[in-house]
């Protein structure tokens, strides 16, 4: 009965993880296919890169592949910073953006734009947005600490005012640059969030801050669903409280700091995507990391291929990703109040 | 501990190691990236393609005349007209030249200026000059007094009026329009030291306009503050064409008493326009006569990302002008969906559509022609190869101002190559 | 020879304000302490200090002779396990997964199968093994409190350690958490309970110590305790209360 059970939760277990990954599957093909050079001449031109002939460029090779592990990565850190916060802070409104981690992050990267630093360092940019985001995190971490502990009824206002702040300054900036409309320009289409025109520049933004902000957050996944039950609870059990929760913070700030740099700002993709995986997988955050890997990814290579396909070229992919995040919440908190524990109280 | 030091120092080896070897400068076997200035292209001089030697068109010149030097717009006009009846002599066709009562009006409009008595002259004004006239808000303004105190909220009435009036007359210019020093010298700017700033609202209350150029996009609570101070406002249409810029030119110019020197600098646009029309023509002419293909320009404008102006812009109506030889909006038609003023394009799609000359409006030039040039897909472009990648100011080509002439030339001068 | 916990002078402020102060104690194998005290004297305190999720001011604990602060938290923890007082997890956590969590002492991916016999015979110990696939926070009090001692249970730690385990349940299921603890202690595990109730205390508990203050004002065995000068002084009582256990018993 234990055992046909546990086979039972691996099974289900699997057969999520097998349909997302066949979903990812399909829409990096057709993400691979979609674009304006015809399949037949893009795959002439890759084989001929066997027998050097080929063109110094190819669109899949230098523009499709690349924008697609950019994409994929994105999805994923999202996913799993945003799973991540909810454990450690135990509220399941935390998210990057609600705790104002995003804002710290861009609010440095605009500073970067602002003062042209990218231009001659292009590595300026993840630096900042990683820096940005981690001072956000701890300081929020720390304003909302009282009596040696997290306040969680007051956590989420301390996230809502921090990121307040940064989001003043931030206005400020632009404020006071405001008849530079062509810097405005420049910051508005970054900050609106886009996929167009990554190359292997932004893999290597984002790529080696993402396999270190995921590989810290899949190895610590037990520590993160006993951190989900309260930090002295965790300790009870025997988690080293302090550390991992540093380490955690450094991949969370790695995870939203890879993001920003690459894509720009993507707003509710990480509150969201956690609540949906847990809707059908549960809690348990040694399933919800891997799954939430897969299904950032795979959601956010869906909304991407989808805009293309579309050719909607009104919004950005962070217009989107925040307007269907915002409805997807709403519907969530008005389907079942259960997968939204308001403070955890009765 | 120690061991945790190791971790850390992995991580950190890591991802700086990977940004180094991923970011470290490749040492280019390209030469080093000629990056045409618009200083040498203005001075090229275009090899004449018909005798005699046309009277060339110069941005200096064109800048000058825009700038407000009435003698010689009326000069330039009759050069140009003159330039097209030779180009229609040697048998070009599709020449352009303005209309036989335009060229006349120009001249009888520098007789007046510069030969009549003053007195006469102000005489012929006030009785050619409008009684009344109706903004873009609807408003009717009474022209029954000269004024003589000018408020120029907007970047274009400022620019007209720096051309048309005396800066004694002006109140205080927009701050952004300072740091266009191509445009603006600083010292002519500089005789007008207040800026159109919210918190200088009593400074400009005491400057005392009588009138202020606002636009609908102005700040509600400075147009409020402006009526209550009993100026009088005068609401300005935002300029979407060439025509609505010679439009708000002409109401200007009987709003500010000068009437004259508006209608030359109407006419002046108009002939100036057609003289560039002309030139490409004499540039592209020699192409059609041996049966070469129009070669093919694409327009760009860059901020983050690549994009194309449709024809609701100045800019798409520029491209428009430029006939065969603009690929852009053809483009933009086929992927249009709606009413963009911007159509975003990638660079795989520029790379497919391989233009022979490639122009960009952008802020950073230095740092994107960089980029382009060590781009692997960019840098195979025809026009990259061929060096006929140009940069253009971008403040000049979304001017909405008389200047916009200039941003014509600019395009027209980057196909100078085509000889 | 018996196993020892011992705590030496512990003591804790926090914010300038002293919460314990200098707590000498000892608990022995097979033996049930009592911590008595009124709201507010630091029995909580008490607890989170001895089990490592504080840290002292001053003081040490030792275990056996051996510091026991000192050790890694997987080590405390697989000596020392406490059951709070209001567990309220902010996820929907199956009952399963909540008890196998106390296996992450001795394994970090505690949830294995290999498991699940531990997690079937701690359930079952505490009458909970039909409520595994619930979701913790959809349990009573009560069933929540069980699920928590089955935890504790999962660790195999020598000292359990419970915060006011009975506190707002019915007279039933306070004795059967009572008679629970005693079949722990006869197991040879130390057990170290907090509670308000004198009488189940009097009943129950081999070992009392009565905090009032921050500070322990005595120990030892309860009637000998209870004088009515200390009732009054700590509790605000006058009379010694009747011992009211034998008017109750369990229908099995």
Redesign the interface.
């Given at each position: 009965m234990i055992s046909l059970y546990n086979t039972q939760k691996k099974r289900s277990f699997l057969k999520l993880n097998i349909i997302i990954s066949v979903l990812l599957v399909v829409c990096s093909v057709f993400t691979l296919l979609l674009g304006d050079t015809p399949w037949q001449l893009v795959w002439q031109d890759v084989l001929k890169r066997f027998d050097g002939t080929a063109l110094p460029w190819n669109p899949l090779l230098d523009e499709r592949i690349p924008r697609l592990i950019v994409i994929i990565c994105t999805g994923a850190s999202l996913a799993v910073a945003g799973a991540v916060m909810q454990a450690l802070f135990q509220n399941p409104l935390a998210s990057p953006n609600v705790l104002g981690i995003s804002c710290g992050g861009g609010l440095l990267v605009v500073l970067v734009f602002v003062l042209e630093w990218h231009l001659e360092y292009p590595f300026a940019i993840p630096i900042a947005a990683f820096t940005g985001s981690l001072l956000t995190l701890l300081f929020v971490y720390s304003l909302s600490r009282s009596g040696g502990k997290v306040q969680l009824n007051t956590l989420i206002l301390t996230g809502i005012a921090v990121s307040s702040l940064l989001f003043a300054i931030q206005a400020a900036i632009m404020y006071a640059l405001r008849d530079r409309w062509m810097l405005i320009q420049t910051l508005t289409e970054w900050e609106a969030g886009s996929t167009v025109d990554r190359d292997w520049k932004h893999v290597h933004m984002q790529l080696p801050l993402t396999l270190v902000g995921l590989y810290g957050c899949w190895f610590y996944r037990s520590e993160i669903d006993i951190l989900a039950l309260g930090e002295e609870e965790a300790k009870n059990l025997g988690v080293e409280v302090e550390k991992v929760r540093w380490r955690l913070f450094l991949c969370v700030a790695l995870l939203i700091g890879g993001a920003i740099a690459s894509v720009g700002m993507i707003a509710f993709f990480g509150l969201v995507l956690p609540h949906l995986v847990r809707y059908v997988q549960g809690p348990a955050n040694h399933h919800l990391i891997p799954l939430c890997i897969l299904v950032g990814s795979a959601s956010f290579t869906a909304m991407d291929l989808l805009l293309r396909m579309l050719e909607i070229h009104a919004l950005s992919i962070g217009n989107i990703s925040a307007i269907l995040g915002g409805v997807a919440f709403l519907v969530l908190m008005r389907g079942s109040r259960r997968f939204l524990h308001m403070g955890g109280r009765r | 501990m120690s061991n945790i030091l190791k971790v850390y120092a992995f991580v950190a080896l890591f991802v700086i190691g990977w940004w180094t070897l991923a970011f470290k400068q490749k040492s280019s076997n390209d030469p080093s990236p000629t990056l045409i200035s618009l200083a040498e292209v203005s001075n090229q001089e275009p090899k004449p393609s018909v005798a005699p030697p046309l009277i060339n068109v110069k941005r200096e010149q064109l800048k000058l005349a825009l700038a407000g030097d009435l003698a010689l717009m009326a000069q330039l006009i009759v050069e140009w007209d003159i330039n097209a009846q030779i180009l229609q002599q040697t048998g070009l066709s599709s020449v352009k030249r303005l209309p036989a009562h335009e060229l006349l009006r120009s001249q009888i409009l520098k007789r007046h200026l510069f030969t009549t008595a003053p007195d006469e002259l102000n005489i012929i004004k006030q009785n050619h000059r409008l009684k009344s006239l109706t903004d873009d808000a609807g408003n009717t303004i009474t022209l029954d007094k000269t004024f003589q105190r000018y408020l120029p909220q907007t970047y274009i009435s400022a620019s007209f009026l720096l051309a048309l009036v005396p800066t004694d007359e002006i109140v205080a210019l927009p701050r952004c329009l300072r740091e266009h020093e191509q445009l603006y010298p600083k010292d002519l700017t500089a005789q007008i030291p207040l800026d159109i700033d919210r918190y200088n609202a009593e400074k400009l209350f005491q400057a005392q306009p009588e009138i202020a150029f606002v636009a609908h996009y102005s700040h509600p609570a400075t147009i409020q503050a402006l009526l209550n101070q009993g100026v009088i406002l005068y609401t300005m249409k935002n300029p979407t064409s060439i025509e609505d810029i010679s439009a708000e030119l002409l109401q200007m110019g009987h709003i500010i008493n000068r009437p004259f020197e508006a209608e030359l600098l109407k006419i002046f646009i108009d002939a100036a326009m057609l003289a560039l029309d002309n030139h490409l023509l004499t540039l592209t002419r020699p192409l059609i006569t041996t049966h070469t293909p129009i070669p093919q320009l694409l327009f760009l404008n860059h901020h983050q990302n690549f994009s194309i102006p449709t024809p609701r812009t100045i800019s798409g109506q520029l491209l428009a002008r430029m006939g065969d030889l603009d690929i852009s909006l053809a483009y933009v038609e086929t992927h249009q969906q709606s009413q963009e003023w911007m159509m975003p394009i990638d660079k795989e799609q520029i790379i497919n559509l391989d233009p022979d000359y490639l122009i960009i409006a952008a802020e950073a030039t230095q740092a994107l022609n960089k980029e382009i040039r060590q781009n692997m897909g960019l840098k195979q472009l025809k026009a990259v190869r061929n060096n006929h990648l140009y940069f253009v100011d971008e403040s000049i080509q979304h001017s909405p101002t008389q200047y916009i002439v200039l941003a014509y030339f600019d395009l027209i001068q980057c196909m100078a190559g085509l000889q | 020879m018996a196993q020892k916990l011992i705590a030496s002078n512990l003591s804790y402020a926090?914010?300038k304000k002293s919460l314990l102060k200098d707590i000498s104690l000892e608990f022995e194998g097979g033996r049930l302490h009592g911590i008595l005290g009124p709201n507010g004297a630091g029995k909580s305190t008490l607890l989170?200090l001895i089990?490592?999720?504080?840290k002292p001011t001053q003081g040490s604990v030792s275990w056996n002779g051996t510091a026991l602060l000192d050790k890694?938290?997987?080590a405390?923890?697989?000596i020392i396990?406490?059951v709070?007082q209001h567990?309220?997890?902010?996820?929907?956590?199956?009952v399963e997964?909540?008890v196998a969590?106390?296996r992450?002492?001795y394994d970090?991916?505690?949830?294995n199968?290999a498991e699940?016999?531990m997690?079937?015979q701690a359930l079952t110990t505490v009458d909970a093994w039909h409520l595994r696939?619930r979701?913790v926070?959809q349990l009573s009090y009560g069933e929540r409190q069980r699920v928590y001692i089955a935890r504790a249970l999962v660790?195999e730690s020598p000292i359990l350690l419970l915060d006011e385990p009975t506190a707002s349940l019915d007279i039933q299921h306070q004795l059967e958490i009572w008679q629970l603890l005693e079949q722990f202690v006869k197991n040879g595990k130390i057990v170290i309970v907090t509670t308000h109730d004198l009488a189940i205390a009097e009943r129950y508990c081999h070992h009392v110590a009565v905090l009032h203050h921050g500070q322990c004002v005595g120990n030892g065995n309860f009637n000998s305790l209870m004088t009515p000068n200390l009732l009054q002084e700590v509790f605000g009582v006058v009379e010694k209360p009747m011992t009211s256990s034998k008017n109750y018993t369990l229908s099995l």
């Open positions: - | - | 926090l914010n989170k089990s490592g999720i504080w890694e938290r997987q405390i923890s697989r396990s406490l709070p567990p309220q997890p902010s996820f929907d956590f199956l997964d909540v969590m106390g992450y002492a970090r991916s505690y949830w199968a699940a016999p997690v079937h696939r979701c926070n660790t």
